[in-house]
Structures are given as C-alpha cells and as structure tokens.
C-alpha cells in the first residue's frame, strides 16, 4: 500500500476558450505535490489561482492536459481511484426538504449500506459532527454552519481513507468555522488524510500539517507550515510573569552582544477570530 495518499506530478491544465484563435487558458501550470497518509494538507491561494482546478483534477472531473494524479497509487483518471475518496464541493447542493437523518440515508444507499449497518453509520456521522439534536429536522432549516457539517458527514459515508474538501469554512461565521476546524483535527487523529482548499490563511494555518501556495496556476512555495512560518533570523522567547526588572536585565544582555538587536517587547496578541469565540463561549449552533 502507497505511504503517498496524493501524488500529482506536473500538473498542467489547459482550457479552450470560445473565441475563435484564442489561445488556450492554461489554469494550472506545472504544478506538484504529494500528501502522505494521515496528514492534513492546505493548498492556498487567491481566487482563480488553480486550486479548484487541481483538485477537480485529482478527483478525476477534469483530465490533465499532460501530468499525473494519483491517489494511493491509483490513477485518478480510473474510477476506481475514488473508492477511497470522500469530497466536499465549495458550495454543495442538498435537497432542503429532507432532514439530516434522511440526507445521510439517501447517501448511504448510493454507496450500497443497507439496513443496520446503514442506520448505525448514520448515527455515529451525526455524533462526530454534533448535529444529533439536528437529525430530524429538515435541511432547509440548517443554518450555513450545519449544512457543512452535514456535508462532511456526506463526505464520510462510505469510510474513506481521503477526504477532499473545498473552501470548507466558507460563508460560515466564527463559531460555526470553528467546529469545522475541530472536526478535521478528529478526523486526522482518526488516521484520515484531508486535502483542503481555501484562501482563509488563518484557518489553514490552525489545522494543516503540509501547504502549497498556488499563483497564477504555479506552485511558488511548498512545505512544512512550521518550516514556511519560522523567522529564520529571529529567536523567541516567551516569559509568564516576568517582572520589568528581569525584562531590563534581559535587554541589557541582549546590548553587549554586537550580533544580537532587540526587536520588541510586549504582551503576545491573541486573534480576533480566538477573542470572539472565548467571549462567546464556544456557543453552538
């Protein structure tokens, strides 16, 4: 079995356009990238940067124009590649009038569950993704929130082994982004890989393993996130309860050395997004 649950090698995706001796769109442009098993990977960029378009390649939607996607080893181009995958679009399509229960139900059967089997994997979906309390009540009552958590849900059905997810935590407010973020940390403690696309930085940065940064369809940074956010020339340290004596003998240490600055000081800073959810109280839908 493939460590690698993704492997996309020079990826390049060529659109035609309408206009006649126009040439082709070219959407994604050299791209590579691999995602080991159990890790959570975020692929970054502004709109319109290739990040849908690779991952609509790697699920088998859209065919290369030359490169390779695989996933566990398997050609994405074959259908059987997607046996293992689980996929959450930007903007699902629901049928509003059915519950939650019936949602996950519908989803199920196409994935051949039947019976008891079926109903227990129904209920243990909406215990991991907390709507439970939701599970009787028709979609069309679902706040934003919800509805992505029933869309991971959906996403899970079958048990895959990696899960695709686009712009997960978009058009949902702070505390509803939150549970998503918390869900996909479960999910990656469960052994599952999760392949995420987003121009949300912040939220990449809280739950992914691995990034890319896609421009303009070319990969311009890959790697570790705690490798790609270091200040490779600067050195914190962070002290509880330190008096403004020890901080002055600090900086005057700091003085005698010639290679050494003192940067700044001060109180480490919380984000808005943290300040709101803890004056909030984490409350749920």
């Known amino acids: 079995m493939s460590s690698l649950a993704v492997d996309i090698q020079h990826l390049v995706k060529d659109f035609r356009l ?15 990238l691999q995602i080991r098993a159990g890790e959570v990977y975020g692929l970054i960029g502004p709109n319109g940067s290739g990040k849908s378009t690779t991952m609509k390649a790697l699920l088998g ?70 709507l439970r309390d939701a599970r009787d009540r028709r979609l069309g009552g679902y706040s934003k929130g919800m509805l992505q ?60 393993d691995h990034v890319g940064i896609i421009f303009q369809g070319k990969m311009v940074k890959e790697g570790r996130l705690e490798d790609l956010i270091a200040v490779e020339n600067q050195t914190e340290i962070v002290l509880q309860d330190a008096g403004p004596e020890l901080v002055a003998e600090i900086e005057r240490m700091v003085g005698r050395d010639t290679a050494a600055s003192w940067v700044r000081t001060g109180r480490p800073r919380t984000t808005l997004e943290r300040l709101f959810l803890e004056e909030t109280k984490g409350g749920k839908d």
């Open 18 to 32: 309408p206009l006649r001796g126009a040439k082709p769109f070219r959407a994604v442009n050299d791209v590579s």
């Open 61 to 130: 939607l859209v065919a290369p124009t030359s490169g390779t996607c695989s996933i566990f080893g398997k050609d994405s181009l074959k259908v059987d590649s997607r046996n293992d995958v689980g996929f959450l679009p930007e903007n699902p399509y629901f049928y509003k009038h059915l519950t939650g229960a019936e949602t996950l139900r519908f989803y199920g059967k196409l994935c051949d569950l039947r019976g008891k089997a079926l109903e227990a994997r129904i209920d243990e979906l909406l215990e991991l993704v907390d």
């Open 149 to 208: 958590r029933i869309g991971l849900a959906q996403a899970l059905v079958q048990d895959p082994r990696l899960l695709i997810l686009d712009e997960p935590t978009a058009g949902v407010d702070p505390i509803g982004s939150r549970q998503i973020r918390d869900l996909i940390l479960r999910l990656r403690d469960r052994g599952k890989t999760v392949f995420l696309c987003s121009h949300l930085l912040e939220q990449v940065q809280e739950v992914c």
